[in-house]
């Protein structure tokens, strides 16, 4: 057998203990053009550039310029003594390709190469891929299930819960429906609202005319190196927390009927727990449309889309599946993304906007264990294993595998250790 130098070996160890290195390809399959696009299979707008220069010598940068989302692979790449420097089309930004820098002060993000045995791979957490991955429309499975809802033909006064839920969901403007939940959350919790009832939910909430909706994956969110993408940022966060107010009053009159195999419905707590998450989504909401307010702008001034009501969709028939995906899957998917958007907002001194922040960091917290706790409560009830069913649940309901990284400090203090997500990840993928 023969032996692997010194530094092979030394340079492939780095490659295997650093799971974030990408294989991208043999380096012939890039000796044909100075610029290739890398699209991102995790995350929308974190596609990468790779360029190499006149020395055959790689370099990663994002696509999109940090100052207002121009695409860099349409730009000019200069080489200016020794510096080689990609410039924007849009606004002529240049950023150095080594370390990001710009004349003009912005930095840009760039990620390590290596070459090791012929063999290039970028350093980042993402999965990238030079094609573009195809958006799959995927049927609604509709099965009835042993836990599905029952149906219930007698619809509650304007002394119930549900009904308020309703016309929550009714209400298109998201200033009154933040304030309508806050105002219903407080007549529950004292009291004055007692009866759960039943409603018959709306397929969709109500959403204004004048609000853009468009496709998730056509959503410019921005990086955060300016103050247009921090607004952009905000405003998408926005639009979360919106969707967010509609979901937990949604759960609450969708499966109010509910019944567990023994024939018994659900406590009280469950919806006080989720009332409580409504009200924090509504205070969510109206503390970042302040924020936007104060830099300038205004919730609606951008598009948005609807993409978590998806998840809703599928699993509107199924009271685990809705626990597991919105109010588990996608609220600890808050808490994972939170260090990084905090961290732009931080490298910009917006430390209002990072103060907002923390606040719905630890509010999203109580709301993963919220799901946590009854997940567990109706698997104890039907007799079934909580992790399992968890598992599989995410597998039946939603798309894809879960991206690390993860928050693993959030989740573990909500309750979600990694034996409940880490089988979920793509096999062969590290965290």
Known sequence: MSKFSKDLVEALKDIVFDCNWQNVGHVSQFESMKCYKFYSLDEVDQDILLIRDSNKSFF?????????G????????????????VICPWHSFDFNLKDGSSSTG????????????????????????????SNIDEKTEEL?????????????????LCFWAVRILQTCDPHEKARLTNEVAEKWM?????????????????RP?????IDPAKIRRGKGGTLASRV???????????????????????FSDFRFSNGSSLPKDFFSDFVKVAQDESKHFVLLDKRLNELGSHFGALAVHNGLWESATTTKF?????????????????LDVHPQTRLRFANQNDSESVKLLDILYEDEITHVAAGIKWFQYTCQQNNLGIIETFQEMVKKYFKGYLKPPFDTKGRSIAGMTEEWYMPLIKPGQCV
């Open 60 to 68: 990663a940068i994002d696509s999109r310029c940090s100052h207002e």
């Open 144 to 160: 009835s299930e042993k836990l599905d809802k029952c149906l219930v033909l007698n619809e509650s006064g304007e002394d119930s």
């Open 106 to 133: 912005l930095k840009q993000q760039t990620y390590e190469t290596r070459i090791v045995n012929d063999i290039l791979y970028i350093n980042t957490p993402m999965s990238i891929s030079l094609n573009k991955q």
């Open 190 to 206: 004292s009291g004055e609202i007692c009866q759960i009832g039943f409603k018959n939910p709306p397929d969709q909430p109500k």
């Open 70 to 85: 121009g695409p860099l692979e349409q730009g000019d790449i200069e080489e200016l003594g020794e510096k080689l420097l």
């Open 232 to 254: 952009a940022l905000l405003h998408s966060l926005a639009n979360i927390e919106q969707w967010a107010m509609d979901l937990s009053w949604d759960i609450i009159a969708r």
């Open 209 to 213: 005319e004048h609000l853009t909706v």
């Open 318 to 334: 199924n009271f685990l599946s809705r626990l597991a995906i919105v109010h588990m899957v996608h609220e600890a998917r808050g």
